[in-house]
């Protein structure tokens, strides 16, 4: 029952910068554990592709095409996940989804909605 939301994608030129923040939540009165949050980006024509993820112990790991540009953090008291991206390319055109591991012995995936982030001259 926990759902990902997730916001900040849009229209930029390269180089230039966006932050995508994905909130988690449970229905009313739920209550849920999250280990590591991430994020996945799906091109046309290509597969998804893992771009970011932190684990709850502030470990992060990024793709090779972004490191050095994108940054991942999450804000633990909110469930909320960001990335910040700067130095966009037009080769980051994707939808970008959000993905968080909920569980406490046992871990089950759950995905966002996917926002669109489009980097166009």
């Known amino acids: 029952q926990v759902q990902l939301v997730e916001s900040g994608g849009g229209l ?3 180089g230039g910068s966006l932050r995508l923040s994905c909130a988690a939540s449970g229905a009313s009165g739920s209550i849920f554990s999250i280990n590591a949050m991430g994020w996945y980006r799906q091109a046309p024509g290509k597969q998804r ?3 970011a993820t932190r684990g709850s ?11 050095g540009r994108f940054t991942i953090s999450r804000d633990n008291a909110k469930n909320t996940v960001y990335l910040q991206m700067n130095n966009l390319k037009p ?8 993905k968080a591991d909920v569980g406490i012995f046992r871990t089950l995936p759950y995905w966002g909605q996917g926002t ?3 980097v166009s001259s």
Do not use: N
């Open 116 to 118: 669109q982030v489009i």
């Open 49 to 51: 592709e893992l771009v």
């Open 57 to 67: 112990d502030g470990s992060t790991l990024y793709a090779d095409s972004v490191k």
């Open 12 to 14: 930029v030129q390269p």
């Open 91 to 98: 080769e980051d055109t994707a939808v970008y989804y959000c």
